[in-house]
């Protein structure tokens, strides 16, 4: 809703070079990063490099004695370049999520630092940086001092398996996705040994529900994730998004029913594990003051919420990964990059074109699901301990099974009659597309009916 | 302090003991509660009150009776302009004064919009102690403008000092009206979207329906007022029963709670009960707006007010539900004794008995949908 | 009914112990003695026709020249509409009033504050302790009499006069830099003399 007739508010606007500065570092550095990430992800395999240090520093790789040290050059670069890519992405989606719900909840937002406060988060973490470290005496101290690591190593493993392109991964694991679902329990640790170690009744309160609550929505999540695992009949990421396509109909969570109910599933249950509304609970501010985090001052505190933030991308790039396609490109097939990486031991300008592309698609797809992550966040309400638990236990978990059951079947169905497979995906999307249309008429409907209209020039 | 309280709270070697508050996110104020707790079950929620304690009946009987006013705004800060009325009513039941008709559709005006704001904060505290951030922030945007509006007619925001022995202070501004009647405007829809985004809504609606339930007996029993009875289902508002001021001339329902979504009584009805209560007050004004008459906006009273001895009780149906205020007269002009009777005060009482059983989250339902303020319960 | 009617229905009732109506001051009351209270209570809440289940009001005042503090209750009733004002009055010296809490459960607290604010004594409160002030607080505020006792715990409640302690710590200041100043100068030099000379 627009702000109401009788006393509107005036809106103000950055000063010029602000805007100009914004949007200087907000295009370099995500280019910078993605950059980053296009250019030395190949690179560090050891065919890669050898090629690398073949053609472009004209020495014999074998021969060549700084050989290993270039390769452990390149996976040095490459992770600091994926945990800034981390850190920014956290703080990036702050950004979003602030302003995303400052324009639902019809406020102005952040609009100081930086042109529409771009450079909040920059400040943010600055000015924790700045805090005083409390450590309460009565806690554990080495306990409370390595809480937050386990957290932060939890989130940052997450981001060598993680396919940004069709050969932009930093380790094709062939067990891909298993790692990811072990990696990311490690947060689980983390924020039990922060509620225990403040040794504050109230910080001990929101440990227990959390790991109550992430621990049981593992279930539903890891048999939810068994579904596109059955389809494509590999755990590694890679391998799962080449067995789907690039059309809506060709992605897993609509050539098989069950598959999409498996995608709702999992989408709960990674709502749930990143203690995102309606499952924050462990940090139910109203409740329990921060919760786990009451006794976190500081730097670590930082540390906490940059996870929690940047569990927003890891969770929506699982999910695209999984059921959405990942960073399959319509049009462009195996086929297409074999063809452009030419016949030269380094691969040709076009096949890192295409290497662009894909993460572009990658990029905005992950971005999408961030979007209804956030959405979701500032519209529902939080639901309690033991419905949270009824809901995983007595719905998702049997729901999770009979989906996993039923795409057995479908998949011996389907390789006794390869039509069914198309057709379905045909189907599904179109009842996609009409809820999607209907959707938008509904909300057009209910703005016109409190008598405002639809206005994007508010941004 | 917590030493000589626990000596009510018996001790098992399992249960935690807490602290919920003074300090607190969601206690609607300075309030704690000591709370027993297996778990997440409560066992017992202790209510220590009295941090907001300013000794405000003390000091009715220094300032004399028209510097008590600007006191009672702080009686209950939310919902200012009943306060002001309650003591109004009583002292000119004192001193047998007639309130010109004018002052008294003012009076109503502007008690009904403190009441729509009062109840927007409520509502809305109880939807973000649920969890939902957003309905908080509508219903506060929609608040800033009813202060706007009241600012104009009296200069203030929060704590208003408007009405005065005898009448209200000042008259309506230059288009005031038309510009109360274009916010009832945009106001009437905002409501049904708010209801949609938020009353209608399975999450919310499983958090507060069958919670700490008060049947209608109990509710009487405890001394419960306002929207916490009604929405008990006693069908009781001081401004149908017990009529005062302009009420007898406006057409209005009063909603009463049915169990829409759980039994009678339970916390989503007294939830639901103020969300009804903001549209009918809304009626209310439009009703009233139309209807001023003209005329003086004060009767003629003393200077110094020097009321005969005797003793009166003025109620008004605030947003709270009933609050009276007891005055007791020597002749001076002085009062001997001032005292506001408030529901928040009884609708603490009531919190210990009900909460056995409840899990921590309900415990934080249950105190946002009795809609207690500390100003209230320690004056 | 009325507030006459009533107090009929209770003299005939309860004989003597139901004192008369007082004269129509703006709310009229009647006194109860002491140790009739809970009868009478119990008989305006349950009697039909009468039915005043709601307690609106229970609250104290403080009369030093009679030497009573008044207990008053003011109640309501939501089926018919009516309502009454009672008072019971309590010595002063030691106050103590049989407690109502068994015949509406809002009592309780009301009491609570009495006791807290007032002093008077409940006997058969199932809970009789402070809730407004501290539990170790000395003295019941809204007696006409009440002193402060100048402090709680080390934290004092005298507090000077601003503008005079403000004026104080300003001669202070000015004191110390009057001394901390060098000596003036010597007052005049000597070279005009030599030179005139």
Same mark, same amino acid.
């Given at each position: 809703?627009?702000?109401?007739?009788?006393?509107?508010?005036? %809106?103000?606007?950055?000063?010029?070079?602000?805007?100009?500065?914004?949007?200087?570092?907000?295009?370099?550095?995500?280019?910078?990063?993605?950059?980053?990430?296009?250019?030395?992800?190949?690179?560090?395999?050891?065919?890669?490099?050898?090629?690398?240090?073949?053609?472009?520093?004209?020495?014999?790789?074998?021969?060549?004695?700084?050989?290993?040290?270039?390769?452990?050059?390149?996976?040095?670069?490459?992770?600091?370049?994926?945990?800034?890519?981390?850190?920014?992405?956290?703080?990036?989606?702050? +950004?979003?999520?602030?302003?995303?719900?400052?324009?639902?909840?019809?406020?102005?937002?952040?609009?100081?630092?930086?042109?529409?406060?771009?450079?909040?988060?920059?400040?943010?973490?600055?000015?924790?940086?700045?805090?005083?470290?409390?450590?309460?005496?009565?806690?554990?101290?080495?306990?409370?001092?390595?809480?937050?690591?386990?957290?932060?190593?939890?989130?940052?493993?997450?981001?060598?398996?993680?396919?940004?392109?069709?050969?932009?991964?930093?380790?094709?694991?062939?067990?891909?996705?298993?790692?990811?679902?072990?990696?990311?329990?490690?947060?689980?640790?983390?924020?039990?040994?922060?509620?225990?170690?403040?040794?504050? #009744?109230?910080?001990?309160?929101?440990?227990?529900?959390?790991?109550?609550?992430?621990?049981?929505?593992?279930?539903?999540?890891?048999?939810?994730?068994?579904?596109?695992?059955?389809?494509?009949?590999?755990?590694?990421?890679?391998?799962?998004?080449?067995?789907?396509?690039? +059309?809506?109909?060709?992605?897993?969570?609509?050539?098989?029913?069950?598959?999409?109910?498996?995608?709702?599933?999992?989408?709960?249950?990674?709502?749930?594990?990143?203690?995102?509304?309606?499952?924050?609970?462990?940090?139910?501010?109203?409740?329990?003051?921060?919760?786990?985090?009451?006794?976190?001052?500081?730097?670590?505190?930082?540390?906490?919420?940059?996870?929690?933030?940047?569990?927003?991308?890891?969770?929506?790039?699982?999910?695209?990964?999984?059921?959405?396609?990942?960073?399959?490109?319509?049009?462009?097939?195996?086929?297409?990059?074999?063809?452009?990486?030419?016949?030269?031991?380094?691969?040709?300008?076009?096949?890192?074109?295409?290497?662009?592309?894909?993460?572009?698609?990658?990029?905005?797809?992950?971005?999408?699901?961030?979007?209804?992550?956030?959405?979701?966040?500032?519209?529902?309400?939080?639901?309690?301990?033991?419905?949270?638990?009824?809901?995983?236990?007595?719905?998702?978990?049997?729901?999770?099974?009979?989906?996993?059951?039923?795409?057995?079947?479908?998949?011996?169905?389907?390789?006794?009659?390869?039509?069914?497979?198309?057709?379905?995906?045909?189907?599904?999307?179109?009842?996609?597309?009409?809820?999607?249309?209907?959707?938008?008429?509904?909300?057009?409907?209910?703005?016109?009916?409190?008598?405002?209209?639809?206005?994007?020039?508010?941004? | 302090?917590?030493?000589?309280?626990?000596?009510?709270?018996?001790?098992?070697?399992?249960?935690?003991?807490?602290?919920?508050?003074?300090?607190?996110?969601?206690?609607?104020?300075?309030?704690?509660?000591?709370?027993?707790?297996?778990?997440?079950?409560?066992?017992?929620?202790?209510?220590?009150?009295?941090?907001?304690?300013?000794?405000?009946?003390?000091?009715?009987?220094?300032?004399?009776?028209?510097?008590?006013?600007?006191?009672?705004?702080?009686?209950?800060?939310?919902?200012?302009?009943?306060?002001?009325?309650?003591?109004?009513?009583?002292?000119?039941?004192?001193?047998?004064?007639?309130?010109p008709p004018r002052a008294q559709w003012l009076?109503?005006?502007?008690?009904?919009?403190? %009441?729509?704001?009062?109840?927007?904060?409520?509502?809305?505290?109880?939807?973000?102690?649920?969890?939902?951030?957003?309905?908080?922030?509508?219903?506060? %945007?929609?608040?800033?403008?009813?202060?706007?509006?009241?600012?104009?007619?009296?200069?203030?925001?929060?704590?208003?000092?408007?009405?005065?022995?005898?009448g209200?202070?000042?008259d309506m501004?230059?288009?005031?009206r038309?510009?109360?009647?274009?916010?009832?405007?945009?106001?009437?829809?905002?409501?049904?979207?708010?209801?949609?985004?938020?009353?209608?809504?399975?999450?919310?609606?499983?958090?507060?329906?069958?919670?700490?339930?008060?049947?209608?007996?109990?509710?009487?029993?405890?001394?419960?007022?306002?929207?916490?009875?009604?929405?008990?289902?006693?069908?009781?508002?001081?401004?149908?029963?017990?009529?005062?001021?302009a009420?007898?001339?406006?057409?209005?329902?009063?909603?009463?709670?049915?169990?829409?979504?759980?039994?009678?009584?339970?916390?989503?009805?007294?939830?639901?009960?103020?969300?009804?209560?903001?549209?009918?007050?809304? #009626?209310?004004?439009?009703?009233a707006l139309e209807s001023m008459p003209e005329g003086e906006i004060t009767?003629?009273?003393?200077?110094?007010?020097?009321?005969?001895?005797?003793?009166?009780?003025?109620?008004?149906?605030?947003?709270?539900?009933?609050?009276?205020?007891?005055? !007791?007269?020597?002749?001076?002009?002085?009062?001997?004794?001032?005292?506001?009777?408030?529901?928040?005060?009884?609708?603490?009482?009531?919190?210990?008995?009900?909460?056995?059983?409840?899990?921590?989250?309900?415990?934080?339902?249950?105190?946002?949908?009795?809609?207690?303020?500390?100003?209230?319960?320690?004056? | 009914?009325?507030?006459?009617?009533?107090?009929?229905?209770? %003299?005939?009732?309860?004989?003597?112990?139901?004192?008369?109506?007082?004269?129509?001051?703006?709310?009229?009351?009647?006194?109860?003695?002491?140790?009739?209270?809970?009868?009478?209570?119990?008989?305006?809440?349950?009697?039909?026709?009468?039915?005043?289940?709601?307690?609106?009001?229970?609250?104290?005042?403080?009369?030093?020249?009679?030497?009573?503090?008044?207990?008053?209750?003011?109640?309501?009733?939501?089926?018919?509409?009516?309502?009454?004002?009672? #008072?019971?009055?309590?010595?002063?010296?030691?106050?103590?009033?049989?407690?109502?809490?068994?015949?509406?459960?809002?009592?309780?607290?009301?009491?609570?504050?009495?006791?807290?604010?007032?002093?008077?004594?409940?006997?058969?409160?199932?809970?009789?302790?402070?809730?407004?002030?501290?539990?170790?607080?000395?003295?019941?505020?809204?007696?006409?009499?009440?002193?402060?006792?100048?402090?709680?715990?080390?934290?004092?409640? !005298?507090?000077?006069?601003?503008?005079?302690?403000?004026?104080?710590?300003?001669?202070?200041?000015?004191?110390?830099?009057?001394?901390?100043?060098?000596?003036?100068?010597?007052?005049?030099?000597?070279?005009?003399?030599?030179? #005139?000379?």
């Amino acid at each position: 809703m627009t702000a109401n007739p009788v006393t509107p508010y005036a %809106r103000k606007t950055s000063p010029r070079w602000v805007v100009l500065v914004t949007l200087a570092v907000g295009l370099v550095l995500p280019l910078a990063l993605f950059g980053g990430v296009l250019v030395l992800s190949p690179l560090t395999k050891p065919a890669m490099v050898a090629a690398f240090v073949q053609e472009v520093l004209g020495h014999d790789p074998a021969t060549w004695p700084y050989t290993t040290l270039l390769t452990g050059a390149f996976i040095a670069v490459l992770a600091l370049v994926l945990l800034t890519f981390g850190a920014v992405v956290s703080g990036t989606t702050v +950004w979003w999520e602030m302003r995303v719900s400052s324009r639902m909840q019809s406020r102005i937002g952040y609009n100081r630092v930086g042109a529409g406060g771009f450079f909040q988060w920059i400040a943010d973490a600055v000015k924790l940086l700045f805090k005083e470290d409390l450590i309460p005496a009565e806690s554990d101290h080495l306990l409370f001092r390595a809480a937050p690591y386990f957290v932060f190593t939890g989130f940052a493993l997450v981001f060598v398996a993680l396919p940004f392109g069709e050969s932009l991964i930093a380790a094709d694991l062939n067990v891909g996705i298993f790692y990811l679902t072990s990696v990311t329990a490690l947060v689980v640790v983390g924020i039990l040994l922060a509620g225990w170690s403040s040794n504050s #009744k109230w910080a001990l309160f929101g440990g227990m529900r959390s790991a109550a609550q992430v621990i049981s929505y593992e279930i539903p999540a890891g048999i939810a994730v068994m579904v596109p695992v059955l389809m494509a009949g590999t755990l590694s990421m890679q391998g799962i998004i080449r067995a789907q396509g690039a +059309w809506p109909w060709q992605w897993f969570a609509f050539t098989n029913p069950f598959a999409t109910v498996a995608f709702v599933i999992f989408f709960v249950a990674q709502l749930a594990e990143g203690n995102r509304t309606p499952f924050d609970l462990p940090e139910a501010d109203s409740e329990l003051v921060a919760g786990y985090l009451s006794e976190y001052s500081s730097f670590r505190f930082a540390l906490y919420f940059l996870v929690e933030f940047g569990n927003l991308w890891v969770m929506s790039a699982i999910s695209a990964t999984l059921f959405l396609g990942g960073w399959q490109v319509p049009f462009v097939g195996p086929e297409v990059y074999a063809a452009a990486r030419g016949a030269g031991t380094l691969p040709a300008l076009g096949w890192w074109g295409l290497q662009v592309l894909s993460m572009a698609v990658f990029v905005a797809k992950t971005l999408l699901v961030l979007n209804l992550v956030v959405w979701i966040r500032w519209t529902l309400p939080r639901i309690r301990v033991d419905q949270m638990m009824t809901l995983c236990w007595k719905y998702l978990v049997p729901f999770a099974f009979v989906s996993f059951v039923a795409t057995l079947l479908w998949l011996i169905l389907v390789a006794q009659a390869p039509v069914v497979g198309p057709a379905t995906g045909i189907a599904l999307t179109v009842v996609a597309a009409l809820l999607a249309v209907l959707f938008a008429r509904q909300t057009r409907a209910n703005i016109s009916a409190v008598g405002d209209r639809v206005d994007l020039s508010n941004w | 302090m917590e030493k000589l309280i626990l000596r009510r709270v018996d001790r098992d070697n399992e249960e935690m003991v807490l602290n919920f508050g003074p300090q607190h996110p969601s206690t609607h104020g300075v309030i704690n509660f000591i709370v027993e707790t297996d778990g997440e079950v409560l066992k017992k929620a202790v209510p220590d009150v009295g941090y907001l304690h300013r000794s405000i009946e003390k000091i009715g009987e220094i300032v004399g009776y028209p510097g008590f006013m600007p006191y009672t705004d702080r009686v209950d800060y939310v919902a200012a302009m009943f306060a002001n009325e309650g003591y109004a009513i009583a002292v000119e039941r004192l001193l047998k004064l007639e309130v010109p008709p004018r002052a008294q559709w003012l009076r109503a005006v502007s008690c009904e919009l403190c %009441r729509i704001a009062s109840h927007l904060v409520s509502v809305g505290t109880m939807t973000m102690d649920i969890g939902a951030f957003t309905p908080m922030v509508h219903g506060l %945007r929609e608040r800033e403008t009813i202060n706007d509006l009241i600012e104009e007619l009296c200069g203030a925001r929060l704590t208003y000092n408007y009405h005065r022995i005898g009448g209200v202070a000042f008259d309506m501004p230059g288009g005031w009206r038309d510009r109360v009647l274009k916010f009832l405007d945009h106001f009437d829809p905002f409501l049904v979207e708010f209801d949609r985004l938020i009353s209608f809504n399975q999450l919310y609606v499983k958090r507060l329906a069958n919670v700490a339930t008060i049947p209608a007996a109990l509710a009487i029993d405890y001394g419960l007022v306002g929207p916490n009875l009604r929405g008990s289902g006693v069908d009781w508002d001081l401004r149908r029963d017990l009529p005062y001021g302009a009420y007898p001339h406006f057409k209005f329902s009063i909603p009463v709670g049915r169990g829409w979504y759980g039994t009678p009584g339970d916390s989503y009805d007294r939830y639901y009960v103020r969300c009804l209560e903001m549209a009918e007050s809304s #009626k209310i004004v439009r009703q009233a707006l139309e209807s001023m008459p003209e005329g003086e906006i004060t009767a003629k009273v003393p200077r110094n007010i020097k009321p005969e001895a005797g003793e009166a009780l003025g109620r008004v149906e605030s947003a709270r539900g009933e609050l009276a205020y007891y005055v !007791v007269s020597d002749g001076t002009n002085k009062a001997y004794r001032v005292r506001a009777r408030t529901g928040s005060f009884t609708a603490m009482g009531i919190i210990e008995d009900i909460s056995r059983g409840l899990m921590i989250a309900d415990l934080v339902a249950l105190i946002a949908s009795l809609d207690v303020v500390a100003p209230e319960i320690d004056r | 009914m009325t507030t006459n009617e009533i107090h009929e229905r209770l %003299r005939a009732r309860f004989g003597d112990v139901v004192g008369p109506l007082s004269e129509p001051k703006i709310d009229p009351f009647c006194v109860v003695k002491r140790d009739a209270i809970v009868e009478v209570c119990r008989f305006l809440k349950t009697e039909p026709g009468i039915e005043l289940d709601f307690l609106e009001d229970e609250t104290a005042v403080d009369w030093p020249k009679r030497n009573v503090i008044e207990v008053v209750y003011h109640l309501l009733s939501y089926t018919i509409r009516h309502g009454f004002k009672l #008072k019971v009055e309590a010595d002063r010296a030691a106050p103590s009033v049989p407690t109502v809490e068994g015949v509406w459960k809002t009592a309780n607290w009301f009491e609570r504050e009495i006791y807290d604010l007032f002093g008077v004594d409940f006997p058969g409160h199932p809970d009789l302790r402070r809730i407004m002030l501290p539990d170790d607080w000395v003295g019941h505020p809204l007696r006409k009499d009440y002193q402060e006792a100048g402090g709680w715990h080390g934290i004092s409640n !005298v507090r000077e006069n601003p503008l005079v302690e403000l004026k104080r710590l300003d001669d202070l200041k000015r004191a110390e830099k009057a001394a901390a100043a060098p000596p003036a100068p010597p007052a005049a030099p000597a070279a005009p003399p030599a030179a #005139k000379a």
